[in-house]
């Protein structure tokens, strides 16, 4: 008994050594790329992405974490615009970078020491427009960083994905909203 006692305590350290050492090994970056093609204008894409009032809208963050809490602050949109969110997850603030008709560039702060950069580019011609969004990010906590890198990037290619989807949603139904309600006034000013 004793004997399979110190053999399963042998195996217990060396497994918690090679954790160990593959932790310290791991990179501590991740990166991460979605892209998705769009029918919409790329002002209603510009709508949605630029101000931080409308990231509600399709920010998949809700349906991970019910009560997670944004605050936004003024000016919401822009250069300089800035938000907050505490959740169950931790606390982040994001800050636009840079903004131009075609690309939002933006920092993430995640509890403080977790560091990342976004961009979600939208290009195209007419309403054909393919959205791209980029991550790239470091987890500066020591030994389990690389690990959470690995989390990280997991947790971060579903939740660009679903963004991505939900975007295109918005975007597609506010653009053929547009479309429709120029023809609705001009069919019911016919009839009268």
């Not at 936004?72 to 008709?101: C, K, Y």
């Not at 195209?124 to 500066?140: D, P, R, T």
Request: net charge neutral; glycine share 6%.
């Amino acid at each position: 008994m004793i004997k399979f006692f110190v053999l399963t305590l042998k195996a217990l350290f060396l497994s918690a050594l090679v954790m160990l050492v593959v932790g310290l090994l791991l990179s501590q970056r991740y990166t991460v790329h979605k892209s998705i093609q769009v029918t919409a204008s790329s002002s209603e894409i510009a709508k949605l992405v630029g101000d931080f009032n409308q990231w509600h809208k399709w920010q998949p963050w809700k349906s991970v974490d019910p009560n997670i809490k944004f605050t936004v602050l003024e000016p919401s949109q822009g250069v300089g615009a800035h938000q907050f969110w505490q959740s169950r997850f931790g606390d982040g603030e994001m800050t636009i970078t840079q903004q131009n008709n075609e690309q939002l560039t933006f920092n993430i702060l995640f509890n403080k020491e977790h560091i990342a950069q976004g961009t979600i580019q939208f290009k195209g011609a007419g309403n054909e427009i393919n959205i791209e969004c980029s991550l790239q990010g470091e987890v500066n906590t020591p030994i389990i960083g690389g690990y959470l890198a690995l989390l990280s990037q997991y947790i971060l290619n579903n939740t660009v994905k679903l963004a991505l989807n939900n975007i295109k949603t918005h975007a597609q139904l506010a653009t053929t909203n547009k479309a429709i309600a120029p023809n609705d006034s001009e069919s019911g000013s016919s009839e009268s």
